[in-house]
C-alpha cells in the first residue's frame, strides 16, 4: 500500500487505497485531544461519547486519507463531500462526544474564550465567511495548489464549524447555550449558506475552476456535470442533514420540557440530577415507567398511611425512596404490592428492555430518618 503525506493529483487515477500520513494524523488529532484533555481533568468518558468520537474520526479519515480526500484533488465533487462532511457530520459528532464540563473553576481567559464560542453571531459569521471565501475561483486554484494551502482550508472548515455548532452542541455548561426557540433559525444557516456557490456551480454553462481541468477523471464525468454534481451535493444531502438536525432539537425540546414539568405532574420532590438521568437516549422507555411506578405506588399507598416519595439517585440508577412510618405492620405488604405491580408494568417489555430498565429505576420502601442513597 502506497505510503505519502497528503493526497496529490496523480498521473492517473486508480482505486488503490493510499495512506497519507499527514491526512490520518489531521483526522486522528482532535479526538484524541478531547480524551486526552478528558483524562488530564479526571472526567470521564461515557461509552456513548466515546462511540460519537469514533463515529468523528472515522469521517475524517475517510474525508482527508483516502477514499474522498483523494477524489477531491481531481474532481470538485469530491470537494465538495469534504466540505459537507466535515462541517455536517465530523464536527457535530467530536462535540457530541466531548464531556460536558461545569462552570465552576473555570479561570476568567477560559471563561472568555468559551463566552466568545458560544456567541451565535461568531459561529454565524465564521461559517457564512468561510463558506464564501474558501469556494471562492482564486481559493480553489490558486491557494490550494499545494497540499498546505488544502489542508488549511480543510482545518478552516473544521474550525469554523466548531464555532458554528458550539452554540447548539458545545461542552459548555448548559445555560450558554442557545435556547431551542432561536437553535432553530440559526439551524437554518448551514442549509442557506452553500447554497449560493451551488446554485452557481449547478446553472453554470462553463466550467469554474481550472484546477480540474487536466486531473485524470475516475468516474468520467465532463466538468459541467462534475460541476453539477457538485452543487447537487451542497444542495439536497446539505438540506437533509439540517433537517434532521432541527427535527433531533424539536424532540430534544420537547423532552426538556417535559422533564422540567416532572414534579409538577408527579407531586413529588424531586432531586435535580435524578431527574436529569430519567432523560436518557439510551433507554427512552424511562420516563413512561418512571410515571406508571409512581401511579403503581400511589394505588398501593393506604390513605391514611402518612408516607412521602422521594427522588435519589446512585451512580447510572434513578431510586424512587418511599419513606413509610418506621414499624408499620404493612410495610412489608406494601413492598410486594409495589414490586408486583413493578413487574407487571415491565412485562409489556422484551425481556432485555425489561432488564435494562431495571438497572436504571429501582424502588425502595424505607422507615422515616432513613435515606440510603
Same mark, same amino acid.
Given at each position: 500500500?502506497?505510503?505519502?503525506?497528503?493526497?496529490?493529483?496523480?498521473?492517473?487515477?486508480?482505486?488503490?487505497?493510499?495512506?497519507?500520513?499527514?491526512?490520518?494524523l489531521a483526522a486522528l488529532a482532535p479526538a484524541g485531544f478531547v480524551l486526552l484533555l478528558a483524562r488530564l481533568r479526571g472526567v470521564r468518558v461515557s461509552r456513548r461519547s466515546r462511540w460519537y468520537l469514533l463515529g468523528s474520526t472515522v469521517i475524517l479519515?475517510?474525508?482527508?486519507?483516502?477514499?474522498?480526500?483523494?477524489?477531491?484533488?481531481?474532481?470538485?465533487?469530491?470537494?465538495?463531500?469534504?466540505?459537507?462532511?466535515i462541517t455536517l457530520a465530523a464536527v457535530p459528532f467530536l462535540l457530541l462526544g466531548t464531556p460536558h464540563w461545569r462552570s465552576e473553576g473555570r479561570g476568567?481567559?477560559?471563561?472568555?474564550?468559551?463566552?466568545?464560542?458560544?456567541?451565535?453571531?461568531?459561529?454565524?459569521?465564521?461559517?457564512?465567511?468561510?463558506?464564501?471565501?474558501?469556494?471562492?475561483?482564486?481559493?480553489?486554484d490558486n491557494f490550494e495548489a499545494d497540499a498546505l494551502g488544502q489542508a488549511?482550508?480543510?482545518?478552516?472548515?473544521?474550525?469554523?464549524?466548531?464555532?458554528?455548532?458550539?452554540?447548539?452542541?458545545?461542552?459548555?455548561?448548559?445555560?450558554?447555550r442557545l435556547p431551542y426557540f432561536a437553535g432553530l433559525g440559526y439551524l437554518v444557516l448551514p442549509f442557506v449558506f452553500p447554497k449560493?456557490?451551488?446554485?452557481?456551480?449547478?446553472?453554470?454553462?462553463?466550467?469554474?475552476y481550472d484546477r480540474f481541468?487536466?486531473?485524470?477523471?475516475?468516474?468520467?464525468?465532463?466538468?459541467?456535470?462534475?460541476?453539477g454534481l457538485a452543487g447537487f451535493i451542497l444542495w439536497l444531502p446539505g438540506s437533509v442533514v439540517v433537517a434532521v438536525a432541527i427535527y433531533l432539537l424539536i424532540r430534544?425540546?420537547?423532552?426538556?420540557?417535559?422533564?422540567?414539568?416532572?414534579?409538577?405532574?408527579?407531586?413529588? *420532590?424531586?432531586?435535580?440530577?435524578?431527574? $436529569?438521568?430519567?432523560v436518557?437516549? &439510551?433507554?427512552?422507555? /424511562?420516563?413512561?415507567? #418512571?410515571? %406508571?411506578?409512581?401511579?403503581?405506588?400511589?394505588?398501593?399507598?393506604? *390513605?391514611?398511611?402518612?408516607?412521602?416519595? $422521594?427522588?435519589?439517585?446512585?451512580? &447510572?440508577?434513578?431510586? /424512587?425512596?418511599?419513606? #413509610?412510618? %418506621?414499624?408499620?405492620?404493612?410495610q412489608a405488604t406494601l413492598v410486594r404490592v409495589i414490586e408486583a405491580g413493578y413487574a407487571a408494568h415491565l412485562r409489556q417489555y422484551p425481556e432485555p428492555r425489561a432488564v435494562v430498565i431495571r438497572e436504571h429505576l429501582a424502588i425502595r420502601v424505607l422507615p422515616y430518618g432513613v435515606r440510603v442513597s
Open positions: 500500500m502506497p505510503i505519502d503525506w497528503w493526497p496529490t493529483v496523480p498521473a492517473s487515477w486508480s482505486w488503490q487505497p493510499t495512506v497519507h500520513v499527514g491526512a490520518l479519515v475517510a474525508t482527508l486519507d483516502w477514499p474522498i480526500g483523494s477524489i477531491a484533488q481531481v474532481l470538485l465533487t469530491g470537494r465538495s463531500m469534504q466540505y459537507m462532511f476568567l481567559a477560559r471563561r472568555i474564550v468559551e463566552r466568545i464560542a458560544s456567541a451565535p453571531w461568531v459561529g454565524a459569521i465564521m461559517l457564512a465567511g468561510a463558506a464564501w471565501l474558501t469556494h471562492s475561483q482564486p481559493v480553489v488549511t482550508i480543510r482545518a478552516i472548515w473544521f474550525a469554523t464549524a466548531v464555532l458554528y455548532w458550539w452554540p447548539l452542541i458545545g461542552p459548555g455548561p448548559e445555560r450558554e449560493f456557490p451551488a446554485a452557481v456551480w449547478v446553472f453554470s454553462t462553463d466550467p469554474i481541468a487536466q486531473t485524470p477523471d475516475p468516474w468520467g464525468l465532463s466538468r459541467i456535470a462534475d460541476q430534544h425540546w420537547l423532552r426538556e420540557d417535559r422533564r422540567l414539568g416532572l414534579r409538577e405532574r408527579l407531586g413529588v *420532590p424531586a432531586d435535580p440530577e435524578a431527574v $436529569a438521568a430519567l436518557r437516549p &439510551d433507554v427512552p422507555e /424511562l420516563w413512561t415507567v #418512571v410515571e %406508571a411506578l409512581v401511579r403503581i405506588i400511589d394505588d398501593a399507598s393506604p *390513605p391514611r398511611l402518612g408516607s412521602d416519595l $422521594a427522588f435519589a439517585r446512585e451512580e &447510572d440508577r434513578v431510586v /424512587l425512596e418511599l419513606h #413509610v412510618p %418506621a414499624g408499620d405492620d404493612d
